[in-house]
């Protein structure tokens, strides 16, 4: 495969333990066709010697602002690149980058170059969730830089947590992606997809609600897979997105927001009417307070007494009003006995398969950015999907779907 044949790729390297992947990463890029130069920083070669990259790479290693043959090397290299992938990126590349801050060649390079611009962060929990770096984030996806990751998982140090470097193949994917290159999928062309989000959320009063962990990723993850591969897409959401660091929307999806179990029934109903394949990933709340106050309740008044009703069961309720060659997959949320209590589901709802997974388990479930998932079919198969991205998870499901829709195709 050469998908970025002829892309002339500069590979920022900044100083963190994942700077090692970085190899991979360059090594990935030089398979694929790329024109790899490698731009470290002054803390990557504490981690990572640039002989290898001197080795792996197009060009030789460039390092400082002042080169002796190019009297301005960041010009250069930002005018000439076809992309500016900077994996692992530190806190400081991300600050001084959202800062205009140009203080050696890679962030130099950043500020110089017009080619689309792809950051991997990779840190300790503690400081990906600083505001401040949340905050350089933000800024960097307002002015169209691709983040990618970080995922969820174990770090330096034997920690856990949110700020793991993104694969090396997920990160050259989307690399692809971005350069518009490599092997297209269009496998959903011409499918209607309607895809649930988030967890809704059931008032008590107007600033209290019954609600619960549920993100939104895997959903869009769904939806973002889906689109990817040619379908329209319908998402009916409780989040706007996954979170400040999640990924932008991808075109193609029609975002639908509501707030309560009864709004999303509502939208999800009319959507699914014509749609080819239908997917509640959404945390719907079981239960909603019967009479919610139009006041805030007061604490001077004593611990409420509040009476709770069940609310619809959307997919259960589109199970049985399903069209017919219409896919309806729906999730179990579970905290044990996770295949028996996702076949009950999958019976009792009337869908075609049940995505089921353990959301006690490690990096799976709420929130997380990766999960493993039991996959059930209504006629008995059942699929283990290890762990891994929520957006290789939506891959997997989607790929199930297209040979279950070209089986039947075929019988026909
Ligand atoms: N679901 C739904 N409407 C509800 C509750 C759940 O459409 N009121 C859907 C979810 O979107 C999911 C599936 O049903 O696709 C299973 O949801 P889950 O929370 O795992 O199970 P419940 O049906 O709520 O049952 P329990 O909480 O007892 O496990």
């Given amino acids: ?5 002829g892309k002339r790729i500069v590979l920022g390297v900044s ?11 360059c090594r990935r890029l030089m398979d694929e066709g790329a024109h790899v130069i490698p731009v470290l920083t002054k803390g990557a070669t504490r981690f990572v010697g640039r002989t290898t990259f001197d080795a792996l790479a197009s060009e030789r290693v460039q390092m400082s602002l002042f080169d002796e043959d190019d009297p301005i ?3 250069t290299l930002g005018q000439t690149a076809d992309c500016v992938l900077v994996a692992p990126a530190t806190a400081r590349v991300i ?33 990906w969730e600083h505001p ?21 998982g174990r770090l330096a140090g034997g920690d856990e947590g949110a700020g793991r470097l993104s694969s090396p193949a997920d990160i050259v994917a989307a690399v692809s992606r971005v350069l518009d290159v490599g092997e297209k999928r269009s496998d959903m062309a011409g499918l209607s997809v309607v895809v649930t989000a988030g967890g809704t959320r059931e008032p008590i009063d107007p600033v209290r609600y019954i609600g619960n962990h549920s993100s939104g990723k895997q959903g869009y993850a769904f939806a ?23 990924a932008t929307v991808a075109s193609g999806v029609t975002v639908v927001r509501v ?25 719907v709340a079981d239960f909603r307070p019967v009479d919610p106050a139009g006041v805030k309740l007061k604490k001077r008044d004593g611990v409420p007494a509040i009476e709770l009703e069940p609310t619809p069961d959307i997919l259960a309720s589109l199970g049985a009003s399903k069209p017919e060659g219409q896919i309806l997959i729906g999730f179990a949320a579970e905290t044990c006995d996770v295949a028996d209590n996702a076949a009950a589901k999958l019976n009792g709802k009337g869908a075609d398969y049940i995505v089921a997974n353990d959301v006690t388990a490690e990096n ?16 008995g198969r059942v699929h283990s999907v290890g762990l891994r991205s929520k957006r290789q998870v939506a891959q997997a499901v989607l790929d199930l779907v297209v040979a279950d829709r070209d089986g039947r195709a075929n019988v026909r």
Wanted: proline share 4%; hydrophobic share 50%.
């Fill in 364 to 379: 799976a479930g709420f929130a997380h950015d990766t999960n493993e998932v039991l996959v059930l079919a209504s006629d």
């Fill in 15 to 25: 100083g963190g333990i994942a700077a090692y992947k970085a190899v991979e990463i």
């Fill in 259 to 283: 707030d309560t179990a009864e709004e999303m029934a509502a939208a999800t109903a009319d959507a699914a009417k014509e749609a080819d394949v239908v997917i509640m990933a959404a945390a």
């Fill in 132 to 152: 401040a770096v949340a905050d350089n984030i933000a800024t960097l996806v307002e002015r169209g830089v691709h983040i990618v990751g970080p995922e969820s």
């Fill in 1 to 5: 495969m050469t998908s970025l044949a």
């Fill in 224 to 246: 973002e897979e889906a689109a990817g591969r040619g379908a329209s897409v319908t998402v009916v959401t409780t989040v706007d997105r996954p979170g400040p660091l999640g």
């Fill in 73 to 75: 090397p960041h010009t």
């Fill in 95 to 127: 600050g001084a980058y959202a800062a205009g801050i140009s203080s050696d060649l890679l962030t130099a390079t950043l500020i110089a170059t017009r080619a689309p611009v792809v950051v991997c962060p990779a840190m300790h929990t503690e400081m």
